[in-house]
Structures are given as C-alpha cells and as structure tokens.
C-alpha cells in the first residue's frame, strides 16, 4: 500500500512539475532513440492547453490504475462535460447527452414520450417552474397546475440547473410512471403520472363576438409560425377589428420562429438585435407587409424570452397594447449544436435588445395596462380550463379594443369629480 502511494505521489508531481523544457527534452529524447513515429510537433498555445486539462488526464489514469472495480470510462467523460457546463453557473447553459438531446429535438419538432407541461427554470428561487400543462396530457389529468415548482422526480431533489435532468427522469417509454413533487403555496403534493406520447399544440385561435381575433401562441416551436399565419389568415378572411395575441406563460423557443411571427404583424424594421461578447451585433429585421389592426398582446410574470422579443417589439414600434403583468425577464439567449456522437450542448451566446436598444435582462417588460389575473377564478377552474368570461385579462383586452377599456376609466373618473363638486356645492351652501 505504502508503495501505490509513492507511485501516486511521483505521477502527480510529474503532471504539476513538468515544464516546457521538460517536454522537449522527452521529444529530443525520443527522436534520438528512433521513436520519431511516436511524437509530434504542437505549438506553446497547444501545449498550455493540455497542460490546462492535464488533470483531467490524471485522473483517469489514477482511477484506471487503483480504482477497485472496472469503471465505464465513457460514463465518466459524460459526467465530465455535463461537470464543466454546469461549472459555468448559469441555468440556462446545459450539456446534453445523446439521449438528452434526442429528446431536445422532439420538443422541437412538437411531439415526444412524457408527461405533457412546460418548464422554466426560475433563477429568482432556484426552482423547476411549470408554466403550461397540456391540454389533454397525463399532467393535466393527474391535476397538475401552472405555477407549481417541482421539486422531486422520483424522490430525487433537482434545482433549476438540473431541469433538464428532471426532464430525462419524466421522459422516457409511454406506459411508465414516474412520480412528481411539486411545491403550490406552502403545500407539497405527490402526482403519480404515467408518460404518454405527447403532441404539442403551439398555437390555438378563434374569433370572439365575431370580430376579434384571439390567438394563444404557447411556444415559438415546432409548427407555431405555420399556425400563427394561420390565425392571421382567418382573422383577415373575418375583417376582424381588432386582434389579441395571447403570450401568457409562453416560456420562448425560437428566435427566428419569433421573428418570422413579427414580420406578419410589425412595420418594417428590426425586431430584435443580439450582441455576443466580442461586441458582434447581429440584427433581425423585417418587411413592410404586414396585418394592421388593433392589437393587445397579453403577457405575464412566465412570458419569457422570445415572448418578450415580440413584446419588445410591439411596444416599441407603438404596434399594440401590452396588458396583464410584468414579463419574466430573460434576455439572453442560447444556441444549440449537435456533435457527431448524438450528444450536444446548449449555450448562452448573446444578449438581446430591443428595437430601442433595451436590454431587459433581470428586469423584464412593464405592460401598458396592470391587470392583475382574478386568482379566485383560477382557484375555481384551474388556470388552463379557465372560460374567457372567468378571464378578467382577456375580458380587459376586448375592452382595450372596443375603447371601453378608456371609457369605463374616465366614467370612475367624472364620477369622482362630481362626487368632489358636489361636496364643494354642500360646503359653500352651509
């Protein structure tokens, strides 16, 4: 035993004391001996950097060599690089495994194996935010609501940077049943739910008392421009007077499904600008052709990333309303890459601004009209099954529309004012 710890001392001290010189000397060395096959020539940039990850190196060879059992080396590798992402500290960067990344895709593409709700990592507590629960899946069914923080996959505690790890846990093969702690309020409640295949519906519309358009955009996914040009069509074929785009929990997606959106409904110009941290500024414009009518854009504390792109735009081009309650606040956003072995990363690589140059990042979006959502309507029926007559948002838009919204302000108004004349009257009588 005595005599592994020596080998173990000299190994290390060989990794942390091997300087530049060293290197060359064994390349000479070797060279000398007829072993020129066996090295080749790097620069000092290269050779810092396998210096720089030596370690690494080390200790695979240290658990190669005394490790008890046999180890799968390539598990190891995988926990490194999943190790090395989350050592960035931000929720939103992640590592993915080739499994991981598969499923990445099919949320993409619209369909995939699991339970059916949407999920935010909220930096502000740390936790697993559900912000939508598909109508019809196995979450909605178990009694699964928005706003729940799950806490417990299988009795397994993740944070908001271990959400997509949750998720691998809750997919997985139709028929399986994964358990699900969420925390509501103050209570913590178990939901035994059973995966399903799971068909993402990104965008709901329909015509209100006959000449508003409604549509609910949840996600910039999958086909969601497809069924938001959709709902423009229709709204158009209806003359509508007057539109609301719905973005409430729409956690975002993709910026160029966002953008496309945009050109469909915004006045030329740029939708949304990106600057990575060389300073590079990369802008997404639009055309001049677009659908112009009055419009309201409902948003929420879960409108969140590209949501707040197309909000961003909208207020700054004085296109709509904004109505509902402060947006999330994430203006960062990422890019995806696949490598060859099916495994792939996500990573942070810019901050987004606005067309005037706002960067809302922790900070958020302030709608023009503060409507607070009737939380004792959502007690009765739930978030998603709320009827738009129980939808006092939805009910303030249409009245933003019809300019009732103005009207009913300034009747509480004059009423004030007459109450307060009336009373001047009253005191300069006695």
């Known amino acids: 035993?005595?005599?592994?710890?020596?080998?173990?001392?000299?190994?290390?001290?060989?990794?942390?004391?091997?300087?530049?010189?060293?290197?060359?000397?064994?390349?000479?060395?070797?060279?000398?001996?007829?072993?020129?096959?066996?090295?080749?020539?790097?620069?000092?940039?290269?050779?810092?950097?396998?210096?720089r990850y030596e370690k690494l190196d080390v200790l695979m060879e240290l658990v190669e060599m005394y490790y008890y059992e046999d180890v799968d080396e390539d598990e190891m590798l995988e926990s490194a690089a999943l190790g090395l992402i989350a050592g960035i500290g931000d929720v939103y960067s992640t590592y993915y495994t080739k499994e991981d990344m598969e499923a990445f895709n099919e949320e993409t593409e619209g369909e995939y194996a699991g339970i059916g709700c949407q999920l935010l990592a909220?930096?502000?507590?740390?936790?697993?935010?559900?912000?939508?629960?598909?109508?019809?899946?196995?979450?909605?069914?178990?009694?699964?609501?928005?706003?729940?923080?799950?806490?417990?996959?299988?009795?397994?505690?993740y944070s908001a940077y271990e959400m997509d790890d949750a998720v691998s846990v809750m997919r997985g093969e139709p028929g399986g049943t994964v358990k699900v702690t969420v925390l509501r309020d103050l209570d913590t409640i178990?939901?035994?739910?059973?995966?399903?295949?799971?068909?993402?519906?990104?965008?709901?519309?329909?015509?209100?008392?006959?000449?508003?358009?409604?549509?609910?955009?949840?996600?910039?996914?999958?086909?969601?421009?497809?069924g938001f040009a959709e709902a423009i069509d229709a709204f158009r074929a209806a003359n509508v007077s007057g539109m609301i785009i719905d973005l409430r929990n729409n956690g975002g997606g993709l910026v160029d499904a966002c953008v496309d959106m945009a050109d469909l409904i915004l006045p030329e110009g740029v939708v949304v600008s990106m600057r990575d941290k060389y300073d590079e500024v990369e802008e997404y414009r639009i055309d001049d052709e677009y659908f112009d009518v009055p419009m309201v854009l409902l948003v929420n504390g879960y409108s969140a990333s590209a949501s707040e792109i197309l909000a961003g735009a909208v207020r700054d081009y004085g296109a709509g309303t904004l109505l509902g309650t402060k947006t999330f606040g994430k203006g960062v956003v990422q890019s995806a890459l696949e490598f060859t072995d099916g495994s792939g990363i996500k990573l942070t690589t810019a901050r987004y601004y606005t067309p005037s140059g706002e960067c809302i990042h922790g900070v958020g979006i302030e709608p023009d009209i503060t409507v607070e959502l009737d939380e004792d309507a959502v007690t009765v029926y739930g978030l998603n099954n709320l009827p738009h007559d129980q939808d006092n948002q939805l009910q303030a838009a249409i009245k933003v529309l019809r300019g009732e919204w103005v009207e009913e302000a300034q009747t509480e108004e004059s009423a004030e004012e007459s109450a307060e004349a009336g009373a001047a009257e009253e005191g300069a009588a006695e």
Not at 194 to 219: A, K, P, Q
């Open 1 to 51: 035993m005595r005599k592994n710890h020596v080998v173990i001392a000299l190994l290390l001290a060989f990794a942390v004391c091997m300087t530049s010189a060293d290197a060359l000397a064994v390349s000479f060395l070797s060279r000398m001996q007829g072993e020129e096959d066996n090295t080749v020539t790097i620069t000092k940039d290269e050779y810092a950097r396998l210096l």
């Open 122 to 157: 909220d930096p502000s507590d740390q936790m697993i935010t559900i912000t939508r629960v598909f109508k019809g899946s196995p979450a909605e069914r178990a009694g699964m609501r928005s706003g729940d923080k799950i806490v417990y996959v299988n009795d397994v505690y």
């Open 190 to 226: 178990d939901f035994d739910v059973t995966r399903e295949i799971v068909n993402i519906n990104y965008v709901e519309y329909e015509i209100l008392d006959g000449d508003i358009g409604y549509v609910m955009v949840y996600d910039f996914l999958g086909d969601a421009y497809e």
